[in-house]
């Protein structure tokens, strides 16, 4: 779910800011940006305006539209000192839009995570169908890319591993790899998601393989921001060495 600005903050740096600036409604002049002063008020006045954007932006996305012409004029007569509902009634009405943003925000969530279980659902069904795919008991996909060419070594659920991987959604959307930092990553194999901690089992030191994750084997109904809920994932893998000493999870 994605993190909005409360117009209840918004409001009260607003009520803050007229204690220090009674003059405040001018005529418009020309913007100097000359001195320091200057640049520290317009950089406030950017600051909120630049809040306000994305957070209207995002109250838009979820079907709330609020009339811009009348923000603009409450900002105005708060500066101005001649806010015309007091900050009372500002916090319920401001609590009461905070309470609808979570419900559609919510409402919203739950439509994306059902679509995502949906496409996750066809896409394994589809995928398994593939030459080479091979589907395990616990709904795992995976595909060999290549084999090592070690002595067929392989890791147990308590090894700790060091891979290179990229991550991506149905869509071809990366939201991870290692291969983009250049640096591998090393973790302990069973404090990752399921379906890392099956699939590297059946992984030689050297190999690749390929895993179609379903979301209950990655992150479930957990909304990570670039990983929405219940999303099936896809995975390229690469065993690079299993280790004795212990590493941080990732």
């Known amino acids: 779910m994605k993190k909005t600005i409360r117009l209840s903050l918004i409001a009260a740096s607003v009520l803050a800011l007229t204690a220090c600036n009674q003059e405040a409604k001018k005529e418009q002049a020309e913007v100097k940006l000359d001195t320091v002063e200057q640049q520290q008020a317009y950089g406030i006045g950017a600051s909120v305006g630049n809040f306000l954007n994305k957070d209207l932006a995002d109250k838009t996305e979820i079907g709330i539209e609020l009339d811009q012409a009348l923000l603009i004029r409450g900002f105005e007569d708060a500066l101005a000192g ?64 290549s084999e090592g060419d070690g002595d067929g070594e392989k890791p147990v659920a308590t090894d700790v591993v060091k891979v290179h991987y990229k991550g991506t959604l149905l869509d071809g959307t990366e939201f991870d790899s290692s291969y983009a930092r250049n640096e591998p990553t090393t973790f302990p194999l069973n404090r990752v998601i399921a379906g890392w901690t099956e699939g590297l089992q059946l992984m030689s030191v050297g190999s690749k393989y390929k895993f179609t994750i379903p979301s209950e084997l990655a992150y479930g109904d957990r909304d990570l921001g670039k990983i929405p809920a219940n999303s099936t994932l896809v995975f390229e893998v690469e065993l690079l060495e299993i280790q004795n000493e212990e590493a941080p999870a990732q």
């Open 82 to 145: 001649n806010a015309k509902i007091d900050e009372e009634k500002i916090r319920e009405v401001l609590t009461a839009l905070d309470t609808s943003v979570r419900t559609k925000q919510e409402e919203k969530a739950k439509v994306e995570s059902e679509k995502s279980k949906e496409a996750g659902a066809k896409y394994l069904a589809d995928n398994a169908k593939k030459e080479g795919v091979t589907v395990t008991e616990s709904g795992l996909q995976y595909e060999v890319l």
